[in-house]
T-cell receptor, first 114, second 114 residues
């Protein structure tokens, strides 16, 4: 089945540590996205990538980093510089730059800093 | 900057009541419009989408939404809610030719009392 796989589902991190969230898709989509969900704030865009080896900052990129070495994969690293990393993180993918397209979402990773 | 505004943060209804959730966006150009739902403990699911054509869009589980271009609105409706509709609902837009890059509203939490 085609889809987006995020792992792990739950992740605990100690303060001061970097942590990497995995996102893999087999939909053959060029574009991939990372969103952060906080209560009462909806989903906010962290980073996105329209093509391999290229990515752009979203609205809340500070304290995060990404890479896009393969079309299928778009890992997100939450660095120690992110002041409030506890949140629900969602990865999505879509066809690139098309007018009538929709994004498909993974099941999310809930990150808790302890 | 473009934004999406959902009018209600938390809505409480009794079963069989009618539902209307407001959504407005601020962008003068062509947009694609979406409503997503997130049931407790579950991932984000697409309820319905509007790309073009008939401004009244029907989605899954008896939901519908109407696009009113002059009002920059895309309100979600359901004639008779059920307890199982208890969830968080997100309105989102994508801008012309920006593929699946979504701008989300803050979300509306719907609680349906049996």
């Amino acid at each position: 089945d085609g889809g987006i796989t995020q792992s792990p589902k739950y992740l605990f991190r100690k303060e001061g540590q970097n942590v990497t969230l995995s996102c893999e898709q087999n939909l053959n989509h060029d574009a991939m996205y990372w969103y952060r969900q906080d209560p009462g704030q909806g989903l906010r865009l962290i980073y996105y990538s329209q093509i391999v080896n290229d990515f752009q900052k979203g609205d809340i990129a500070e304290g995060y980093s990404v890479s896009r070495e393969k079309k299928e994969s778009f890992p997100l690293t939450v660095t120690s510089a992110q002041k409030n990393p506890t949140a629900f993180y969602l990865c999505a993918s879509s066809v690139r730059d098309s007018l009538n397209t929709e994004a498909f979402f993974g099941q999310g990773t809930r990150l808790t800093v302890v | 900057a473009q934004s999406v505004s959902q009018h209600n943060h938390h809505v409480i209804l009794s079963e069989a009541a009618s539902l209307e959730l407001g959504c407005n966006y601020s962008y003068g150009g062509t947009v694609n419009l979406f409503w997503y739902v997130q049931y407790p403990g579950q991932h984000l699911q697409l309820l319905l989408k509007y790309f073009s054509g008939d401004p009244l869009v029907k989605g899954i589980k008896g939901f519908e939404a109407e696009f009113i271009k002059s009002k920059f609105s895309f309100n979600l409706r359901k004639p008779s809610v059920q307890w199982s509709d208890t969830a968080e609902y997100f309105c989102a837009v994508t801008l012309y030719n920006q593929g699946g890059k979504l701008i989300f509203g803050q979300g509306t939490e719907l609680s349906v009392k049996p």
